[in-house]
């Protein structure tokens, strides 16, 4: 595999629209931040011949990383795709973002993918999350292969770094991975390090020197054979392992000779199946060069080795009711069933979606179904559309190459679909069918924002919906007890992207405020009030008294109204008035301006006038009762408490334990899970968690995620709920 002598780069980076799912790949790059996935982007881009120099297409522009913000950033913080050509066959690249605050663009990525390229600094390892995401591919079985860069830092070690991967990787088999490959070294530079400047083949023998900017093949001299040949009979007993013929093995070790061309099958299709995971090395291109250290190998690899479309699970597809439905999977002339995996504003085109067809043809001009779904607790309504799709085009840096069609198995951008968004389904208008979503994180992260100027105030709404139309990682939450509008974010560097895309994208400034919780009030013990509304300005007058005894009910009681007047001191019909009041009232607060919850009123007395008694006056006196019975008793702060799992790695659990306690939490208990991590259960004031997303990252590097969800209310500890009405005070 990658052992052809490619002496020149592939097919130009003109748009092309593959003609059969066969001479598809579809490929994520995923690994931590800074691990080198884009410039491997753009150094394969430059091998493929896309691009005129490294990172460049024809404008100039870089062929990933393009959006501004990224370069204010220096990382990625979207999705990108890069198509190219190799060998006839069609390559869409798909570049993700590193930082754990954008893994719902990973996700959309391993959702349009049919393998996964996992990028590995040479200096910095393997970190916990890509360890998870590696897990994750596994568990879906996703084809896998891994990519060392960075070879050229100091005290980077190639071999030591595939005995990491092959520990973090391997599971219960770690001779599933491998090398293909061998580093060449050239003459050690004055710090001692000898860089990389070539590659010697494990299975063809060969070396590939790259010191000259491309690629020449040769014999290895006698110094590197008996390396060669040692790491050559491990790829080899790894590869028969993994052969679908089990007779191989055997045969092998009774000495017969396995034929080179067999082993490459073997290994191809052991790629395929998702059980064997090659190790290969790579690095950009030198200034002037035309191909980077390894990109042919690799090219070779995705071309040869990594799956068609054709070779990918059917998701599930049912009608927008629910219905199930089967469909011949990445056939062109099957039903049509593409799905949006990103979506993105242009200043000039407006919406452009990027979309993957699973099913049928996609065609410029067609008229489609568009269904979205199962987002409506994210600000995402259900919707049901027919849309008439704009052009179609391939991405290529910030350029739009047009096509006329997309078939089954590919991908490609669409303009101006107003009402699709990420995670949407376009299907055929007389047959349409819904993919069910895929998984994303909760955004845990609260920003409670508000317009800056009377201006931003009218384009706030537009704003922030298509702001939560492109992400589906985002929700967005207009609370009707904090009157805060609050975006929920995946962490600080994903509001940070928020924030700079509303004022960049949608002209809208806003400012960040203190975020709020959902305070209630109740009543500490038993209290009684009189509600007197007498009055006479001339005309018809107003007479409402009444008397109430309020007393604490428990936790999630709500409230409860008994009517125990007797004698009619109160008329029948001017009781549901009262009722009205004391609810209005406890609505508004009693004390602090916070939602009055878990208490009984009871209306035991009052007073009418045959005359002036009305609705309007026995509501106002309810409030006034209730009003007087609050003065005269204890009354508690009541603060939301969430019931809380994190998910960490053994060697943290002590720490995120205290941490918990240190935030007034319960630690309830603690369950041993797979893969040396433990769940931790626990309750903890949702007031001592706003931050919780940015501090447990810290406190586990990166390992642990979590969840949250509501428990109930309980009262504040006092010297906390003194603090809260003193901040109250000080801000009125």
């Known amino acids: 595999m990658g052992d052809k002598a490619h002496t020149h780069p592939g097919a130009a980076g003109r748009a092309t629209a593959a003609d059969h799912p066969t001479s598809v790949r579809n490929v994520v790059l995923v690994g931590h931040s800074g691990s080198g996935k884009t410039t491997l982007v753009e150094a394969l881009a430059l091998t493929a011949g896309a691009v005129n120099r490294a990172g460049r297409v024809e404008d100039g522009g870089c062929v990933s990383d393009y959006d501004e913000m990224e370069h204010r950033q220096q990382r990625s913080v979207q999705l990108s795709l890069v198509p190219v050509e190799w060998d006839g066959i069609k390559i869409n690249l798909l570049d993700t973002p590193g930082y754990a605050d954008f893994v719902g663009e990973l996700r959309a990525g391993l959702r349009a993918a049919d393998a996964a390229l996992f990028v590995v600094s040479a200096s910095d390892g393997v970190d916990g999350t890509t360890r998870m995401l590696w897990e994750?591919?596994?568990?879906?079985?996703?084809?896998?292969?891994?990519?060392?860069?960075?070879?050229?830092?100091?005290?980077?070690?190639?071999?030591?770094?595939?005995?990491?991967?092959?520990?973090?990787?391997?599971?219960?088999?770690?001779?599933?991975?491998?090398?293909?490959?061998?580093?060449?070294?050239?003459?050690?530079?004055?710090?001692?390090?000898?860089?990389?400047?070539?590659?010697?083949?494990?299975?063809?023998?060969?070396?590939?020197?790259?010191?000259?900017?491309?690629?020449?093949?040769?014999?290895?001299?006698?110094?590197?054979?008996?390396?060669?040949?040692?790491?050559?009979?491990?790829?080899i007993e790894g590869i028969i392992s993994e052969s679908e013929d089990e007779t191989l093995m055997e045969r092998y070790l009774g000495g017969e000779q396995v034929d080179v061309k067999t082993l490459i099958e073997d290994l191809e299709r052991a790629v395929a199946r998702g059980v064997f995971f090659p190790v290969l090395a790579a690095a950009p291109a030198t200034e002037g060069a035309r191909q980077g250290l390894g990109t042919v190998e690799l090219l070779d690899l995705i071309t040869r080795g990594f799956p068609t479309p054709l070779e990918r699970a059917a998701p599930r597809v049912t009608t927008p009711e629910g219905a199930g439905r089967e469909l011949r999977m990445c056939d062109p002339e099957e039903s049509l069933v593409a799905e949006v995996v990103k979506t993105s504003s242009d200043p000039y085109v407006g919406r452009i979606s990027m979309v993957r067809v699973?099913?049928?043809?996609?065609?410029?001009?067609?008229?489609?179904?568009?269904?979205?779904?199962?987002?409506?607790?994210?600000?995402?309504?259900?919707?049901?559309?027919?849309?008439r799709i704009g052009a179609l085009s391939t991405p290529f840096g910030k350029q739009q190459r047009p096509v006329t069609h997309v078939i089954a198995g590919d991908l490609a951008c669409v303009a101006k679909l107003t009402r699709a968004e990420t995670g949407d389904t376009l299907s055929a208008k007389d047959d349409p069918l819904l993919m069910a979503p895929w998984e994303m994180p909760d955004p845990l992260l609260p920003l409670a924002i508000q317009a800056h100027s009377k201006p931003d105030e009218d384009k706030l709404s537009q704003g922030l919906a298509r702001l939560v139309a492109e992400d589906p990682t985002m929700r967005l939450e207009h609370n009707q007890d904090t009157h805060q509008v609050v975006l929920w974010c995946l962490g600080e560097a994903h509001a940070d992207v928020a924030l700079e895309r509303l004022r960049s994208r949608y002209g809208v400034q806003v400012d960040v405020v203190p975020h709020r919780v959902s305070l209630r009030e109740t009543f500490g013990d038993r209290a009684a009030g009189r509600g007197r509304h007498v009055k006479q300005s001339g005309g018809h007058g107003q007479y409402a008294i009444c008397e109430i005894e309020v007393e604490p009910l428990p936790g999630g009681s709500g409230i409860e109204f008994v009517d125990k007047v007797v004698g009619g001191a109160v008329p029948r019909q001017f009781i549901p008035s009262?009722?009205?009041?004391?609810?209005?009232?406890?609505?508004?607060?009693?004390?602090?301006?916070?939602?009055?919850?878990?208490?009984?009123?009871?209306?035991?007395?009052?007073?009418?006038?045959?005359?002036?008694?009305?609705?309007?006056?026995?509501?106002?006196?309810?409030?006034?009762?209730l009003r007087e019975a609050a003065a005269e008793a204890r009354i508690h702060l009541l603060e939301p408490v969430a019931e809380v799992s994190v998910l960490v790695g053994?060697?943290?659990?002590?720490?995120?334990?205290?941490?918990?306690?240190?935030?007034?939490?319960?630690?309830?208990?603690?369950?041993?899970?797979?893969?040396?991590?433990?769940?931790?259960?626990?309750?903890?004031?949702?007031?001592?968690?706003?931050?919780?997303?940015?501090?447990?990252?810290?406190?586990?590097?990166?390992?642990?995620?979590?969840?949250?969800?509501?428990?109930?209310?309980?009262?504040?500890?006092?010297?906390?709920?003194?603090?809260?009405?003193?901040?109250?005070?000080?801000?009125?």
């Open 358 to 387: 699973f099913s049928g043809t996609l065609r410029a001009d067609q008229t489609v179904h568009v269904s979205g779904h199962g987002l409506s607790d994210r600000g995402h309504e259900d919707h049901d559309v027919d849309e």
């Open 578 to 625: 009262v009722e009205k009041g004391v609810r209005t009232q406890a609505a508004k607060g009693v004390a602090a301006g916070h939602p009055l919850i878990d208490v009984r009123i009871t209306l035991l007395d009052g007073k009418a006038h045959s005359v002036d008694s009305s609705d309007a006056a026995f509501q106002t006196a309810g409030a006034l009762a």
């Open 650 to 732: 053994d060697d943290y659990v002590g720490a995120v334990m205290s941490d918990l306690s240190g935030r007034r939490g319960k630690v309830l208990g603690t369950e041993q899970t797979s893969g040396g991590r433990t769940l931790i259960r626990a309750e903890v004031p949702e007031i001592e968690i706003g931050r919780y997303a940015v501090d447990l990252r810290s406190l586990s590097h990166g390992t642990a995620r979590f969840d949250r969800r509501y428990a109930r209310h309980e009262p504040m500890p006092a010297q906390v709920a003194d603090r809260m009405r003193e901040e109250v005070r000080a801000a009125s």
């Open 136 to 235: 994750e591919c596994a568990a879906v079985g996703m084809p896998r292969a891994i990519v060392i860069t960075h070879l050229e830092a100091a005290r980077a070690d190639f071999e030591e770094m595939t005995r990491i991967c092959a520990e973090a990787f391997g599971g219960d088999d770690p001779d599933a991975v491998l090398p293909l490959y061998l580093p060449l070294h050239g003459p050690p530079a004055p710090d001692g390090h000898a860089p990389v400047t070539g590659l010697v083949g494990l299975l063809s023998r060969k070396l590939f020197d790259y010191a000259s900017g491309e690629r020449v093949a040769s014999e290895p001299g006698e110094a590197e054979l008996p390396q060669l040949d040692e790491a050559r009979s491990m790829l």
